[in-house]
């Protein structure tokens, strides 16, 4: 089973809006991404958990802020959003953080700022 | 930084045909994957690459790890409705211990039936 999970699918809030998404995967994987993805782009990395501890953050804006509960659960906070930052926000896992483990991505979340 | 090449950057073919796209790049990477995605999904693994020469199959698809390490290529044979889609490619970063996942920029495959 490679399933990675995602809530919700789709998503609109307003500037002022605090929300949150969610990310569950039970392979036993130790690495968890979030990547962000505008329409005919490919996806840009965001965040990478690596036994449940931020190792890297790509100069991503404050008002997004990832937490790693435990091992399987991943989840991206969202506060006081702008208008382009609407994109599909793509959740990834791997066996661990390294230059031979494959990623295995969830369906995503379809974010609407509004 | 570090950057995929990947061509063509779109394909319109007649449905049995076979496709062939490739990545390169500048850089050594130590893994290649082949992914597909539909509007509104996520990526969705294809083939993952390993070893430098290696050829891979997976059903109508079949995929090379150059001998360099610098470029891959996705071969579709017969091609069929479904197969559309964007294809991606990807490199893990050689030698890095963060798992930076580089994407080409996607080949978007239309099948005409």
């Known amino acids: 089973d490679t399933e990675v999970t995602q809530t919700p699918k789709h998503l609109v809030m307003g500037m002022t809006n605090k929300k949150s998404l969610k990310c569950e995967q039970h392979?036993?994987?130790?690495?968890m991404y979030w990547y962000k993805q505008k329409a005919k782009k490919p996806p840009e990395l965001m965040f990478v958990?690596?036994?449940?501890?931020?190792?890297i953050n790509e100069s991503v804006p404050s008002r997004f802020s990832p937490e790693c509960p435990n091992s399987s659960l991943l989840n991206l906070h969202l506060h006081a959003l702008q208008p382009e930052d609407s994109a599909l926000y793509l959740c990834?896992?791997?066996?661990?953080?390294?230059?031979?483990?494959?990623?295995?991505f969830g369906p995503g979340t379809r974010l609407l700022v509004l | 930084g570090q950057q995929l090449n990947q061509s063509p950057q779109s394909m319109f073919i007649q449905e049995g045909e076979d496709v062939s796209m490739n990545c390169t790049s500048s850089?050594?990477?130590?893994?290649w994957l082949w992914y597909k995605q539909d509007p509104g999904e996520g990526p969705v693994l294809l083939i993952a690459l390993y070893k430098a020469g290696e050829l891979t199959s997976n059903g109508r698809l079949t995929a090379q790890f150059g001998i360099t390490r610098k470029d891959s290529f996705l071969n579709i044979s017969a091609s069929i409705p479904s197969d559309v889609g964007i294809y991606f490619c990807a490199g893990l970063d050689y030698g890095g211990s963060q798992g930076n996942l580089i994407f080409g920029k996607g080949t978007k495959l239309s099948v005409k039936p």
């Open positions: 392979m036993g994987h130790r690495a």
């Open positions: 958990y690596s036994y449940e501890k931020l190792s």
């Open positions: 990834a896992s791997s066996q661990a953080v390294a230059s031979k483990e494959t990623q295995y």
């Open positions: 850089s050594i990477f130590n893994t």
